[in-house]
């Protein structure tokens, strides 16, 4: 296993509360998850989702794994919010040394 993965799988871990003895599943809400159907994994680059997203919110690995925060609101996933009472997300992208999307998950933030 890769060092950039295994930054990952720890990342993961960490932002889905496994190591505090919380599980935080990765979400599976078919409605939210289509809204992320742009991150298609061997075909989209680090600069097009930074276009899209704008800049992570925390990049660790040389830029090989990616964070951001989102947020839902009516339905609708964003990158800001003002509102307290919005479902908050963490969505986790880890590149290949060429910038390709090797793969994402998103997981209920703490």
Known sequence: MGH?????LLYA????GACGGIHRAPVSDRALLDQLGFLQAGSVTQST????????????????IAAYH???????????????????????LQYG??????????????
């Open 4 to 8: 950039q993965t295994m930054v990952l």
């Open 13 to 16: 871990a960490l932002a889905s």
């Open 49 to 64: 989702i930074e276009a899209r997203l704008g800049p992570p919110a925390h990049v660790y690995a040389n830029d090989g």
């Open 70 to 92: 989102l947020f839902e609101r009516d339905g609708r996933l964003t990158t800001f919010s003002s509102e307290l009472d919005d479902r908050r997300y963490t969505l986790m």
């Open 97 to 110: 040394s060429d910038g390709v999307l090797l793969r994402r998950s998103l997981v209920p933030a703490l």
